[in-house]
Protein backbone atom coordinates (compact mmCIF):
# COMPACT_ATOMS: atom_id res chain seq x y z
CA UNK A 1 0.00 0.00 0.00
CA UNK A 2 2.66 2.05 -0.25
CA UNK A 3 3.06 5.52 -2.33
CA UNK A 4 5.45 5.62 -5.45
CA UNK A 5 8.44 7.58 -4.58
CA UNK A 6 11.07 9.26 -6.97
CA UNK A 7 13.27 7.07 -8.61
CA UNK A 8 16.90 7.71 -7.34
CA UNK A 9 19.00 9.87 -9.82
CA UNK A 10 16.12 11.65 -11.24
CA UNK A 11 15.71 15.17 -10.38
CA UNK A 12 12.54 16.79 -8.56
CA UNK A 13 10.07 18.16 -11.66
CA UNK A 14 9.42 21.05 -9.32
CA UNK A 15 12.55 21.96 -8.49
CA UNK A 16 13.86 21.82 -11.74
CA UNK A 17 11.57 24.10 -13.35
CA UNK A 18 12.07 26.72 -10.46
CA UNK A 19 16.06 26.54 -10.75
CA UNK A 20 15.68 26.77 -14.38
CA UNK A 21 13.38 29.71 -13.72
CA UNK A 22 16.51 31.19 -11.61
CA UNK A 23 14.59 30.88 -8.31
CA UNK A 24 16.67 28.30 -7.05
CA UNK A 25 18.67 30.53 -4.55
CA UNK A 26 15.99 32.00 -3.62
CA UNK A 27 14.99 31.94 0.40
CA UNK A 28 11.85 33.71 -0.13
CA UNK A 29 10.58 31.58 -2.76
CA UNK A 30 8.93 28.52 -2.64
CA UNK A 31 9.80 25.61 -4.80
CA UNK A 32 6.55 26.59 -7.47
CA UNK A 33 8.28 29.87 -7.84
CA UNK A 34 5.16 31.65 -5.39
CA UNK A 35 6.32 33.25 -2.18
CA UNK A 36 7.53 31.42 0.45
CA UNK A 37 5.09 29.40 3.12
CA UNK A 38 5.14 30.13 6.46
CA UNK A 39 2.01 27.66 7.91
CA UNK A 40 3.22 25.13 10.65
CA UNK A 41 1.52 22.57 12.36
CA UNK A 42 -0.58 25.19 14.98
CA UNK A 43 -1.80 27.10 11.91
CA UNK A 44 -3.24 24.41 9.54
CA UNK A 45 -4.50 22.85 13.04
CA UNK A 46 -6.49 26.33 13.35
CA UNK A 47 -7.84 27.03 10.00
CA UNK A 48 -9.12 23.11 10.25
CA UNK A 49 -11.23 23.94 13.70
CA UNK A 50 -12.23 27.48 12.35
CA UNK A 51 -13.31 25.40 9.05
CA UNK A 52 -15.47 22.86 10.80
CA UNK A 53 -17.21 24.20 13.67
CA UNK A 54 -19.85 26.54 12.02
CA UNK A 55 -23.52 26.28 11.86
CA UNK A 56 -23.58 22.59 11.89
CA UNK A 57 -22.81 22.66 15.53
CA UNK A 58 -26.54 24.00 15.56
CA UNK A 59 -28.48 20.99 14.65
CA UNK A 60 -26.27 18.14 16.70
CA UNK A 61 -28.61 18.10 19.85
CA UNK A 62 -31.72 17.37 17.90
CA UNK A 63 -29.33 14.63 15.63
CA UNK A 64 -28.51 13.04 18.99
CA UNK A 65 -32.44 13.37 20.16
CA UNK A 66 -33.30 11.56 17.45
CA UNK A 67 -30.53 8.35 17.96
CA UNK A 68 -30.58 8.66 21.53
CA UNK A 69 -27.86 7.92 24.36
CA UNK A 70 -26.04 4.90 22.84
CA UNK A 71 -26.21 5.68 18.56
CA UNK A 72 -26.12 9.28 18.72
CA UNK A 73 -22.56 9.71 20.09
CA UNK A 74 -21.55 6.35 18.37
CA UNK A 75 -22.59 8.09 14.88
CA UNK A 76 -21.02 11.24 15.88
CA UNK A 77 -17.48 9.28 16.40
CA UNK A 78 -17.89 7.46 13.15
CA UNK A 79 -17.97 10.47 11.20
CA UNK A 80 -15.39 11.87 12.74
CA UNK A 81 -13.00 8.41 11.95
CA UNK A 82 -14.32 8.22 8.43
CA UNK A 83 -13.41 12.24 8.40
CA UNK A 84 -9.80 12.07 9.95
CA UNK A 85 -9.08 9.05 7.66
CA UNK A 86 -10.13 10.41 4.43
CA UNK A 87 -8.03 13.46 5.17
CA UNK A 88 -5.44 11.80 5.52
CA UNK A 89 -5.62 10.21 2.29
CA UNK A 90 -6.73 13.51 0.53
CA UNK A 91 -3.18 15.17 2.30
CA UNK A 92 -1.13 12.70 -0.02
CA UNK A 93 -2.63 14.28 -2.64
CA UNK A 94 -1.54 17.64 -2.54
CA UNK A 95 1.32 16.78 -4.70
CA UNK A 96 1.00 14.51 -7.54
CA UNK A 97 2.54 11.84 -8.77
CA UNK A 98 4.53 11.93 -5.82
CA UNK A 99 2.89 13.07 -2.14
CA UNK A 100 6.69 14.54 -1.50
CA UNK A 101 8.45 15.74 -4.05
CA UNK A 102 5.18 16.34 -7.26
CA UNK A 103 4.01 19.11 -8.45
CA UNK A 104 1.79 21.18 -6.29
CA UNK A 105 -2.01 21.00 -6.54
CA UNK A 106 -3.48 24.53 -5.23
CA UNK A 107 -7.26 23.20 -5.33
CA UNK A 108 -9.31 20.60 -4.58
CA UNK A 109 -10.49 20.29 -8.00
CA UNK A 110 -6.97 20.75 -9.48
CA UNK A 111 -6.24 17.22 -7.15
CA UNK A 112 -8.76 15.70 -8.84
CA UNK A 113 -8.05 16.52 -12.49
CA UNK A 114 -4.00 15.28 -12.05
CA UNK A 115 -4.91 12.13 -10.52
CA UNK A 116 -8.31 10.78 -11.99
CA UNK A 117 -8.14 13.12 -15.21
CA UNK A 118 -10.63 15.56 -16.54
CA UNK A 119 -14.01 13.84 -16.30
CA UNK A 120 -13.93 13.33 -12.99
CA UNK A 121 -12.71 16.74 -12.25
CA UNK A 122 -16.12 17.99 -14.15
CA UNK A 123 -17.95 15.98 -11.54
CA UNK A 124 -16.05 16.99 -8.59
CA UNK A 125 -16.73 20.24 -9.63
CA UNK A 126 -20.64 19.96 -10.14
CA UNK A 127 -20.78 18.31 -6.94
CA UNK A 128 -18.46 21.27 -5.31
CA UNK A 129 -21.09 24.08 -6.61
CA UNK A 130 -24.22 22.00 -5.85
CA UNK A 131 -22.74 22.12 -2.19
CA UNK A 132 -21.63 26.04 -2.36
CA UNK A 133 -25.23 26.80 -3.30
CA UNK A 134 -26.40 25.07 -1.05
CA UNK A 135 -24.49 26.14 1.44
CA UNK A 136 -25.29 29.69 0.62
CA UNK A 137 -29.28 28.98 0.97
CA UNK A 138 -28.60 27.43 4.22
CA UNK A 139 -27.13 30.12 5.64
CA UNK A 140 -29.82 32.70 4.53
CA UNK A 141 -31.99 30.02 6.64
CA UNK A 142 -30.01 29.72 9.34
CA UNK A 143 -29.53 33.85 9.65
CA UNK A 144 -33.05 34.38 9.59
CA UNK A 145 -34.23 32.22 11.83
CA UNK A 146 -31.60 33.75 14.37
CA UNK A 147 -32.31 36.97 13.89
CA UNK A 148 -35.84 36.18 14.74
CA UNK A 149 -35.17 34.46 17.98
CA UNK A 150 -33.17 37.84 19.06
CA UNK A 151 -36.54 39.72 18.56
CA UNK A 152 -38.69 37.10 20.27
CA UNK A 153 -36.40 36.24 23.35
CA UNK A 154 -36.90 40.54 23.63
CA UNK A 155 -40.25 39.91 23.88
CA UNK A 156 -40.73 37.45 26.14
CA UNK A 157 -38.62 39.30 28.27
CA UNK A 158 -40.48 42.25 28.20
CA UNK A 159 -43.96 40.78 28.24
CA UNK A 160 -43.81 37.50 29.65
CA UNK A 161 -43.88 33.82 28.43
CA UNK A 162 -47.20 33.77 27.23
CA UNK A 163 -46.92 36.66 24.89
CA UNK A 164 -47.68 36.26 21.06
CA UNK A 165 -44.33 37.32 19.79
CA UNK A 166 -43.78 36.72 16.17
CA UNK A 167 -41.41 37.76 13.50
CA UNK A 168 -40.94 37.86 10.06
CA UNK A 169 -38.40 35.36 8.51
CA UNK A 170 -39.42 36.73 4.92
CA UNK A 171 -37.92 40.04 6.36
CA UNK A 172 -34.95 38.93 8.06
CA UNK A 173 -33.77 36.98 4.79
CA UNK A 174 -34.39 40.19 2.91
CA UNK A 175 -32.27 42.05 5.09
CA UNK A 176 -29.70 39.45 5.11
CA UNK A 177 -29.70 39.37 1.19
CA UNK A 178 -29.54 43.48 0.87
CA UNK A 179 -25.87 43.27 3.19
CA UNK A 180 -25.14 40.46 1.17
CA UNK A 181 -25.97 42.07 -1.94
CA UNK A 182 -23.48 45.38 -1.28
CA UNK A 183 -20.41 42.71 0.48
CA UNK A 184 -20.68 40.73 -3.07
CA UNK A 185 -19.49 43.85 -5.09
CA UNK A 186 -16.44 43.73 -3.39
CA UNK A 187 -14.60 42.96 -6.84
CA UNK A 188 -11.76 40.58 -5.09
CA UNK A 189 -11.99 37.91 -2.15
CA UNK A 190 -8.83 39.21 -0.59
CA UNK A 191 -10.13 42.56 0.32
CA UNK A 192 -12.61 40.73 2.55
CA UNK A 193 -10.28 38.65 4.74
CA UNK A 194 -11.12 40.01 7.86
CA UNK A 195 -14.83 38.22 7.58
CA UNK A 196 -12.91 35.12 7.44
CA UNK A 197 -11.47 35.65 10.66
CA UNK A 198 -14.50 37.46 12.27
CA UNK A 199 -16.33 34.55 11.29
CA UNK A 200 -14.31 31.93 13.11
CA UNK A 201 -14.31 33.83 16.03
CA UNK A 202 -18.34 34.29 16.10
CA UNK A 203 -18.78 30.40 15.89
CA UNK A 204 -16.67 29.29 18.32
CA UNK A 205 -18.60 31.95 20.50
CA UNK A 206 -22.09 31.21 19.58
CA UNK A 207 -21.20 27.63 20.33
CA UNK A 208 -19.64 28.21 23.68
CA UNK A 209 -22.57 30.10 24.87
CA UNK A 210 -24.44 27.22 24.10
CA UNK A 211 -22.97 24.70 25.40
CA UNK A 212 -22.89 26.75 28.34
CA UNK A 213 -26.79 27.53 28.18
CA UNK A 214 -27.36 23.66 28.41
CA UNK A 215 -24.98 23.50 31.26
CA UNK A 216 -26.92 26.24 32.99
CA UNK A 217 -30.30 24.31 31.68
CA UNK A 218 -29.57 21.06 33.42
CA UNK A 219 -27.99 22.28 36.46
CA UNK A 220 -30.75 24.41 37.03
CA UNK A 221 -32.79 21.51 37.76
CA UNK A 222 -34.64 20.77 34.29
CA UNK A 223 -35.12 17.43 34.05
CA UNK A 224 -35.70 16.90 30.31
CA UNK A 225 -36.82 13.09 28.80
CA UNK A 226 -33.70 11.20 27.35
CA UNK A 227 -33.87 7.89 26.52
CA UNK A 228 -31.23 5.08 25.25
CA UNK A 229 -33.03 4.85 22.01
CA UNK A 230 -33.58 8.87 21.50
CA UNK A 231 -37.38 10.03 20.30
CA UNK A 232 -40.10 7.11 21.27
CA UNK A 233 -41.77 5.57 19.01
CA UNK A 234 -45.83 5.79 19.65
CA UNK A 235 -45.12 8.56 22.12
CA UNK A 236 -42.76 11.28 20.21
CA UNK A 237 -43.27 10.42 16.99
CA UNK A 238 -44.49 7.55 14.75
CA UNK A 239 -42.56 4.25 13.38
CA UNK A 240 -42.03 6.18 9.75
CA UNK A 241 -41.27 9.49 11.75
CA UNK A 242 -38.87 7.74 13.80
CA UNK A 243 -37.19 5.99 10.54
CA UNK A 244 -36.63 9.46 8.40
CA UNK A 245 -35.32 11.39 11.24
CA UNK A 246 -32.72 8.59 12.09
CA UNK A 247 -32.12 8.84 7.92
CA UNK A 248 -32.22 12.85 8.44
CA UNK A 249 -30.17 13.29 11.51
CA UNK A 250 -27.15 11.29 9.46
CA UNK A 251 -27.14 13.88 7.24
CA UNK A 252 -26.96 16.85 9.66
CA UNK A 253 -24.11 15.03 11.12
CA UNK A 254 -22.31 14.66 7.88
CA UNK A 255 -22.70 18.36 6.88
CA UNK A 256 -21.31 18.90 10.55
CA UNK A 257 -17.87 17.55 9.39
CA UNK A 258 -17.48 19.00 5.69
CA UNK A 259 -14.64 20.98 5.62
CA UNK A 260 -12.84 18.40 2.35
CA UNK A 261 -13.38 21.09 0.13
CA UNK A 262 -10.80 23.28 2.07
CA UNK A 263 -8.57 20.67 2.93
CA UNK A 264 -6.06 21.43 0.14
CA UNK A 265 -6.12 25.07 0.19
CA UNK A 266 -5.05 24.91 3.82
CA UNK A 267 -2.28 22.29 3.16
CA UNK A 268 -1.03 24.99 0.61
CA UNK A 269 -0.01 27.46 3.26
CA UNK A 270 2.32 24.82 4.80
CA UNK A 271 6.23 25.32 4.72
CA UNK A 272 7.77 22.24 2.40
CA UNK A 273 9.46 20.78 5.38
CA UNK A 274 9.00 18.67 7.11
CA UNK A 275 6.72 17.19 4.37
CA UNK A 276 3.43 19.17 3.81
CA UNK A 277 1.77 15.87 3.84
CA UNK A 278 3.13 14.46 7.50
CA UNK A 279 2.11 17.74 8.86
CA UNK A 280 -1.47 17.95 7.39
CA UNK A 281 -2.07 14.42 8.55
CA UNK A 282 -1.25 14.84 12.16
CA UNK A 283 -3.29 18.80 11.97
CA UNK A 284 -5.99 16.55 10.65
CA UNK A 285 -6.14 13.81 13.46
CA UNK A 286 -5.60 17.38 15.84
CA UNK A 287 -8.70 19.71 14.51
CA UNK A 288 -10.90 16.31 13.96
CA UNK A 289 -10.33 15.10 17.23
CA UNK A 290 -10.84 18.64 18.70
CA UNK A 291 -14.27 19.29 16.96
CA UNK A 292 -15.22 15.69 17.92
CA UNK A 293 -14.58 16.42 21.62
CA UNK A 294 -16.49 19.89 21.09
CA UNK A 295 -19.66 18.29 19.20
CA UNK A 296 -19.54 15.88 21.78
CA UNK A 297 -20.33 18.48 24.54
CA UNK A 298 -23.01 20.12 22.67
CA UNK A 299 -24.68 17.75 21.46
CA UNK A 300 -24.62 15.07 24.21
CA UNK A 301 -25.37 18.50 26.48
CA UNK A 302 -28.00 19.75 24.47
CA UNK A 303 -30.02 16.49 23.77
CA UNK A 304 -29.49 16.60 28.13
CA UNK A 305 -31.15 20.25 28.15
CA UNK A 306 -33.73 19.75 25.88
CA UNK A 307 -34.60 16.06 25.52
CA UNK A 308 -37.09 14.81 23.14
CA UNK A 309 -38.18 18.08 22.33
CA UNK A 310 -34.42 19.17 21.29
CA UNK A 311 -35.09 22.16 18.18
CA UNK A 312 -33.62 22.13 15.25
CA UNK A 313 -31.12 25.16 16.03
CA UNK A 314 -30.52 24.45 19.69
CA UNK A 315 -29.68 27.98 20.38
CA UNK A 316 -33.33 29.16 19.13
CA UNK A 317 -34.45 26.88 22.32
CA UNK A 318 -33.45 29.32 24.60
CA UNK A 319 -36.08 31.95 23.84
CA UNK A 320 -37.66 31.76 27.17
CA UNK A 321 -35.01 31.35 29.13
CA UNK A 322 -32.74 33.98 31.40
CA UNK A 323 -30.25 35.32 31.42
CA UNK A 324 -31.88 36.42 27.91
CA UNK A 325 -28.90 39.13 26.67
CA UNK A 326 -26.74 35.77 27.06
CA UNK A 327 -29.24 34.36 24.42
CA UNK A 328 -29.31 37.33 22.21
CA UNK A 329 -25.47 37.85 21.93
CA UNK A 330 -25.37 34.19 20.77
CA UNK A 331 -27.85 34.67 18.16
CA UNK A 332 -26.12 37.76 16.99
CA UNK A 333 -22.61 35.90 17.01
CA UNK A 334 -24.36 33.96 14.53
CA UNK A 335 -25.82 36.42 12.51
CA UNK A 336 -22.36 37.79 12.24
CA UNK A 337 -20.65 34.66 11.60
CA UNK A 338 -23.01 33.44 8.79
CA UNK A 339 -22.52 37.33 6.72
CA UNK A 340 -18.94 36.72 6.34
CA UNK A 341 -19.54 33.04 5.78
CA UNK A 342 -21.64 33.87 3.05
CA UNK A 343 -19.04 35.47 1.54
CA UNK A 344 -16.45 32.57 1.85
CA UNK A 345 -18.66 30.12 0.07
CA UNK A 346 -20.27 32.03 -2.78
CA UNK A 347 -16.90 33.92 -3.70
CA UNK A 348 -16.20 30.73 -5.89
CA UNK A 349 -19.15 30.53 -7.74
CA UNK A 350 -18.89 34.48 -8.10
CA UNK A 351 -15.03 34.05 -9.92
CA UNK A 352 -16.15 30.54 -11.74
CA UNK A 353 -19.23 31.99 -13.48
CA UNK A 354 -17.29 35.65 -14.47
CA UNK A 355 -13.80 33.63 -15.77
CA UNK A 356 -16.48 32.00 -17.61
CA UNK A 357 -18.20 35.07 -19.50
CA UNK A 358 -14.91 36.95 -19.74
CA UNK A 359 -13.81 33.94 -21.70
CA UNK A 360 -16.36 33.42 -23.70
CA UNK A 361 -17.59 37.47 -24.51
CA UNK A 362 -13.50 38.70 -24.39
CA UNK A 363 -15.13 41.89 -26.10
CA UNK A 364 -18.17 42.78 -24.38
CA UNK A 365 -17.49 46.38 -22.24
CA UNK A 366 -20.54 45.02 -20.24
CA UNK A 367 -18.54 42.35 -18.80
CA UNK A 368 -15.10 44.07 -18.90
CA UNK A 369 -15.84 47.81 -18.25
CA UNK A 370 -14.82 48.70 -14.66
CA UNK A 371 -16.43 52.34 -13.63
CA UNK A 372 -14.91 54.15 -10.29
CA UNK A 373 -17.35 55.37 -8.17
CA UNK A 374 -16.24 58.18 -5.49
CA UNK A 375 -16.96 57.30 -2.02
CA UNK A 376 -18.24 59.84 0.80
CA UNK A 377 -15.84 61.11 3.54
CA UNK A 378 -17.65 59.14 5.87
CA UNK A 379 -16.46 55.62 4.91
CA UNK A 380 -13.17 56.55 3.95
CA UNK A 381 -13.20 58.22 0.65
CA UNK A 382 -11.15 56.94 -2.48
CA UNK A 383 -12.89 55.61 -5.55
CA UNK A 384 -15.15 51.78 -5.54
CA UNK A 385 -14.60 49.88 -8.70
CA UNK A 386 -18.20 49.16 -10.23
CA UNK A 387 -18.66 46.28 -12.88
CA UNK A 388 -21.78 46.01 -14.85
CA UNK A 389 -22.06 42.61 -14.97
CA UNK A 390 -20.55 41.80 -11.36
CA UNK A 391 -23.36 43.63 -10.60
CA UNK A 392 -25.96 42.21 -12.12
CA UNK A 393 -24.66 39.30 -11.79
CA UNK A 394 -24.19 38.71 -8.29
CA UNK A 395 -26.94 40.56 -6.91
CA UNK A 396 -29.49 38.05 -8.89
CA UNK A 397 -27.57 35.37 -7.59
CA UNK A 398 -27.91 36.59 -3.99
CA UNK A 399 -31.66 37.46 -4.52
CA UNK A 400 -32.15 33.80 -6.04
CA UNK A 401 -30.74 31.84 -3.24
CA UNK A 402 -32.97 34.64 -0.30
CA UNK A 403 -36.06 33.56 -2.76
CA UNK A 404 -35.28 29.36 -2.69
CA UNK A 405 -34.36 30.11 1.45
CA UNK A 406 -38.07 32.42 1.97
CA UNK A 407 -39.73 29.57 -0.43
CA UNK A 408 -38.12 26.58 1.73
CA UNK A 409 -37.43 27.90 5.25
CA UNK A 410 -36.44 24.79 7.24
CA UNK A 411 -32.94 24.79 9.08
CA UNK A 412 -32.60 21.01 9.47
CA UNK A 413 -34.14 19.42 6.33
CA UNK A 414 -31.58 22.09 4.46
CA UNK A 415 -28.54 21.14 6.54
CA UNK A 416 -29.25 17.98 6.23
CA UNK A 417 -29.87 17.80 2.86
CA UNK A 418 -26.83 19.62 2.09
CA UNK A 419 -24.45 17.01 4.16
CA UNK A 420 -25.70 13.98 2.46
CA UNK A 421 -25.50 15.42 -0.69
CA UNK A 422 -21.92 16.45 -0.06
CA UNK A 423 -20.74 13.96 2.57
CA UNK A 424 -20.14 10.90 0.04
CA UNK A 425 -18.40 12.86 -3.44
CA UNK A 426 -16.46 15.24 -1.57
CA UNK A 427 -15.62 13.71 1.71
CA UNK A 428 -14.60 9.88 0.99
CA UNK A 429 -15.10 8.50 -2.82
CA UNK A 430 -12.91 11.41 -4.62
CA UNK A 431 -10.03 11.31 -1.58
CA UNK A 432 -10.23 7.35 -1.62
CA UNK A 433 -9.95 7.34 -5.38
CA UNK A 434 -6.94 10.05 -5.38
CA UNK A 435 -5.25 7.64 -3.12
CA UNK A 436 -5.55 4.45 -5.14
CA UNK A 437 -4.62 6.52 -8.04
CA UNK A 438 -1.54 7.40 -7.20
CA UNK A 439 -0.71 4.83 -4.97
CA UNK A 440 -1.42 2.80 -7.75
CA UNK A 441 -3.46 0.14 -5.63
CA UNK A 442 -3.65 -3.00 -7.54
CA UNK A 443 -7.66 -3.91 -8.09
CA UNK A 444 -9.16 -6.68 -6.04
CA UNK A 445 -6.11 -6.11 -3.49
CA UNK A 446 -7.27 -6.19 -0.07
CA UNK A 447 -6.31 -2.81 -0.02
CA UNK A 448 -8.51 -1.75 -2.62
CA UNK A 449 -11.43 -3.86 -1.65
CA UNK A 450 -11.95 -2.26 1.64
CA UNK A 451 -11.21 0.90 0.67
CA UNK A 452 -14.55 0.26 -1.63
CA UNK A 453 -16.59 -1.35 0.59
CA UNK A 454 -15.47 2.04 2.69
CA UNK A 455 -16.68 3.88 -0.06
CA UNK A 456 -20.11 2.13 -0.90
CA UNK A 457 -20.97 2.40 2.70
CA UNK A 458 -20.61 5.56 2.81
CA UNK A 459 -22.71 6.19 -0.32
CA UNK A 460 -25.51 4.40 1.06
CA UNK A 461 -25.52 6.33 4.15
CA UNK A 462 -25.34 9.27 2.26
CA UNK A 463 -28.08 8.01 -0.32
CA UNK A 464 -30.46 7.11 3.13
CA UNK A 465 -29.69 10.77 4.67
CA UNK A 466 -30.41 12.64 1.57
CA UNK A 467 -33.80 10.31 1.40
CA UNK A 468 -34.62 11.15 5.24
CA UNK A 469 -34.20 15.26 4.39
CA UNK A 470 -35.98 15.11 0.84
CA UNK A 471 -39.02 13.46 2.40
CA UNK A 472 -39.13 15.99 5.63
CA UNK A 473 -38.73 18.93 3.05
CA UNK A 474 -42.15 17.70 1.05
CA UNK A 475 -43.68 17.04 4.60
CA UNK A 476 -42.92 20.53 5.24
CA UNK A 477 -43.99 22.07 2.17
CA UNK A 478 -47.47 20.03 2.29
CA UNK A 479 -48.60 22.53 5.49
CA UNK A 480 -46.18 25.91 4.77
CA UNK A 481 -47.69 28.66 3.30
CA UNK A 482 -44.41 31.26 2.12
CA UNK A 483 -43.78 34.50 3.46
CA UNK A 484 -45.83 34.11 6.63
CA UNK A 485 -44.77 35.58 9.84
CA UNK A 486 -44.48 33.04 12.55
Known amino acids: MGMGRQEKGKANPAAFSVAEAGFGDRTDIDDDGRERRTGTLVTASAHI ?9 LSLAWAIAQ ?9 LVAFSVITWFCSSLLADCYR ?3 PVHGKRNYTYGQAVRANLGVGKYRLCALAQYINLVGVTIGYTITTAISMGAIGRSNCFHRNGHDAACKASNTTNMIIFAAIQILLSQLPNFHKIWWLSIVAAVMSLAYSTIGLGLSIAKIVGGVHAKTTLTGVTVGV ?6 KIWRTFQSLGDIAFAYSYSNVL ?6 LRSSPAENTVMKK ?4 GVSTTTMFYMLCGVLGYAAFGSSAPGNFLTGFGFYEPFWLVDVGN ?3 VVHLVGAYQVFCQPIYQFVETWARSRWPDAAFIHAERAVPLPAILGGGEFP ?3 FRLVWRTSYVILTAVVAMLFPFFNDFLGLIGAVSFWPLTVYFPVEMYMAQAKVRRFSPTWTWMNVLSVACLVVSVLAAAGSVQGLIKDVAGYKPFKVS
Do not use: K
Not at 236 to 241: G, N
Not at 264 to 269: C, L, P, R, V
Open 67 to 75: LGWVIGPAV
Open 96 to 98: SPD
Open 332 to 334: VCI
Open 49 to 57: ITAVIGSGV
Open 283 to 286: ASLI
Open 386 to 388: INP
Open 264 to 269: IEIQDT
Open 236 to 241: DVSASE
